[in-house]
């Protein structure tokens, strides 16, 4: 066989077989196959152009598939065909020795289900080609690594990428979200990305590309595939200049041989991340690179954009295939979902493992139960999620068994247990604010803050058991008897929980755990001892409303619009227009109390004007604007919103704990917040309402601002509503 002659044949995971029919490739395996180019151009990635076409001869059904560069002469061709039969082949190029080429092989069955698509039955969801339900059980993880050692705590050389896909495989995750894509952030415009073979590009020049790079990347996706999980795959960032340094046609090139190289294994398409960042023409370049995906790849693998908020607004589009979002707005998800799509929030938090603190990214955090809580508000609305690590392998292995990471394999277990695929948003089944039910024989209550709810079962049929899911520790406790009716239970304390009514097996036996011991809050009664540090009766003498705390005078407040205020008959103040009430003079000395102490409480005493204030609206706070402070207690709607400047906190207080259960709406309330130096407490009328678990070890670097009620010292997040007592106290 003379020189462009030559062909090599490699069968990926198949058996080889002789004969006239060619080898045998089992179904939905990959068939590959090298050609050797004769032309001999200066740039073989740039000049040849290599497709063939694949047919299937029973059905006579083809299927387009582009070859690619493999470095030297040769270029390659992958394919997986879907059917068993007879397949064949004919090339077309530019180029003499691979134009006009011929062959074929024989599929057979396989025990694979096919690769992932969006479920026709089911079009919120996800399937395999056979239509077996896929569960979307998502873990961040890129093969196109920006370091490749395996020597250091930030490296990811191919036997540390290899036991990272061998655990996530192993604790039921189904989906490797790249979050990295092959011109990576920040490492390709660093001139870092690289792997085993180099850098993706030789000295990082679009048009030079390095074949030696992805034969290291195929080493990895191979091993996803063979470890049964799905690869995501992306082309990068446009906030890395992409699109003025790299440039369209390039791009594009880059784009099609992605496609090319991969399209034969069981990926999704993710083509862009935080699309938006391009700008004006965000939609109109999305789209360009959306319908290219559709035309170029023969297997219509599920695609999307990784957006700064959500890719819904896309939605219109034929190839938009399912909706990425980047968000904590939990109700978004059921907004997308009206589209008719699947929905995956693939960015709602990072556990960060660096220890290191991010000032100003809220999403970037070290609280577990965050992680939790927030995967339970997307799955219990019909939504999917994506589990992400900030600096994963800075305490390599430590970081791949977290206390997140067991709080997601147990969400990710139970919903995979369930026909999440048939279950929807019924929230007519229950007042517990989120409710999935198929209508007939399955519901799931999520309860942020525990408490009662309300269940209908009227329309259930068969016999079905009512159980406690307890969202830490993955086990069941007892709900009670199911009745065939309208009925009321309540959760084992404040945390959160997921109500679970299904069917009752043949034979089933209770073995759930009784309720546990209720949750012990801490006494508050400890910290109310001798007098607080500042006690406001909202009393304006003389324009001054005194501090009757130990602190004193130095913290009276004063009003900079007196006539915004009305005297309360009884006491009290009325806030009737926005208003700011001061310190005369920065705080100092109440935040070194606080500093000192780690642990305080607020006691408010308040009404709100009307639930429609937001922002959140300001009660109380200490900060320097609305984006710097120390700490905030705010109002959102009907509830509390509290912001906390912590050393793993955002300079704003941020993320912010709202919790669900309502707070304003329904007149004069008394409440109260406890930091107790790790968790935080809110109190209605002496009565736990709810608890945020691990909210930091210290207060960090908090500094002097003055204290104001009913808005920020700018004036910018006006309250309105009635004052009558406002308490702060530490101990000594």
């Not at 057979?108 to 080609?129: K, T």
């Amino acid at each position: 066989m003379g020189h462009g002659r030559r062909m090599l044949v490699t069968l990926l995971l198949a058996s080889a077989a002789g004969g006239s029919e060619g080898p045998t490739v089992p179904c939905c395996r990959v068939f590959e196959e090298a050609l050797e180019a004769t032309s001999a151009p200066r740039s073989p990635y740039l000049d040849i152009e290599f497709a063939a076409t694949f047919t299937h001869t029973q059905s006579g059904r083809t299927f387009e598939v582009e070859g690619f560069w493999d470095g030297g002469d040769v270029f390659r061709l992958r394919f997986a065909p879907m059917v068993a039969g007879g397949w064949t082949y004919a090339t077309t190029s530019n180029d003499p020795g691979l134009d006009g080429r011929t062959g074929s092989f024989q599929c057979v069955p396989s025990g694979s289900r096919g690769h992932i698509q969006v479920d026709p039955a089911h079009p919120c969801h996800f399937s395999y080609g056979d239509g077996t339900p896929f569960y979307w059980a998502g873990v961040t993880l890129t093969p196109f690594g920006r370091d490749y050692s395996d020597d250091d705590d930030t490296g990811m050389g191919f036997e540390r990428y290899k036991a990272i896909v061998d655990t996530r495989a192993e604790q039921g995750f189904t989906v490797l979200y790249g979050m990295g894509d092959l011109f990576e952030k920040p490492g390709f415009s660093k001139r870092t990305q690289r792997n085993e073979g180099g850098p993706p590009f030789h000295d990082y020049d679009p048009a030079r590309l390095n074949p030696a790079f992805f034969q290291g990347v195929d080493r990895r996706v191979k091993h996803v595939m063979s470890s049964g999980l799905v690869q995501c795959i992306g082309l990068g960032w446009p906030d890395q200049g992409i699109w003025e340094r790299i440039g369209e046609d390039a791009l594009e090139r880059a784009w099609r041989y992605l496609i090319a190289r991969y399209a034969a294994y069981d990926v999704c398409w993710v083509i862009f991340g935080e699309y938006e960042e391009f700008g004006l023409n965000a939609d109109a370049i999305a789209d360009q690179f959306g319908r290219l995906t559709r035309r170029r790849d023969a297997y219509q693998h599920p695609i999307s954009v990784h957006s700064t908020s959500s890719s819904a607004r896309l939605a219109k589009h034929e190839w938009l295939d399912f909706t990425i979002q980047q968000s904590r707005d939990w109700p978004l998800v059921s907004g997308d979902r009206a589209a008719g799509k699947p929905v995956v929030n693939a960015e709602y938090y990072y556990e960060n493992r660096t220890g290191e603190r991010h000032a100003q990214w809220p999403h970037i955090i070290t609280n577990p139960h965050l992680i939790r809580t927030g995967a339970w508000e997307i799955l219990s609305r019909g939504g999917y999620f994506v589990y992400e690590i900030w600096g994963a392998t800075r305490d390599w292995p430590h970081h791949l068994r977290t206390e997140a990471a067991a709080y997601v394999m147990h969400a990710n277990d139970l919903m995979r247990r369930l026909p999440y695929s048939r279950l929807e948003p019924r929230p007519n089944l229950s007042d517990a604010g989120v409710c999935l039910s198929d209508g007939r024989r399955y519901l799931l209550c999520y309860l942020p803050c525990g408490g009662e709810a309300a269940v209908d079962l009227r329309h259930f049929t068969g016999p079905m058991r009512m159980r406690w899911f307890d969202t830490r520790a993955g086990a069941f406790y007892r709900a009670g008897p199911c009745a065939p009716q309208a009925s009321r239970v309540e959760a084992p304390d404040v945390r959160d929980w997921v109500l679970l009514a299904d069917p009752q097996p043949a034979g089933w036996r209770d073995e759930s755990l009784p309720f546990p011991p209720a949750y012990d809050a801490p006494d508050v009664s400890v910290l109310r001892e001798g007098r607080p540090l500042i006690d406001y009766d909202f009393e304006l003498n003389d324009g001054v409303i005194a501090n009757h705390g130990t602190l004193g005078s130095p913290l009276h407040l004063a009003p900079d619009e007196p006539g915004h205020l009305r005297r309360l008959e009884g006491g009290g103040l009325e806030v009737v227009e926005p208003v700011t009430l001061k310190t005369n003079q920065d705080a100092a000395a109440l935040v070194a109390r606080l500093v000192q102490a780690n642990r305080f409480l607020i006691e408010l005493d308040i009404e709100a004007a009307k639930v429609e204030q937001d922002g959140p609206a300001r009660i109380v706070t200490l900060s320097k604007d609305p984006g710097v402070r120390d700490f905030t207690v705010g109002q959102a709607g009907a509830r509390l919103a509290f912001r906390l400047r912590t050393s793993t906190s955002t300079d704003n207080g941020l993320p912010e704990w709202i919790p669900e259960t309502p707070l304003f709406g329904a007149g004069r309330v008394r409440f109260a917040i406890l930091f107790d130096g790790t968790n935080g407490y809110v109190f209605k009328d002496e009565r736990l309402l709810a608890i945020q678990q691990d909210v930091s070890r210290d207060l960090g670097d908090w500094a002097s601002y003055p204290l104001c009620v009913a808005n920020e010292a700018d004036g910018a997040r006006p309250w309105l509503g009635k004052l009558w007592r406002l308490r702060v106290w530490a101990p000594p």
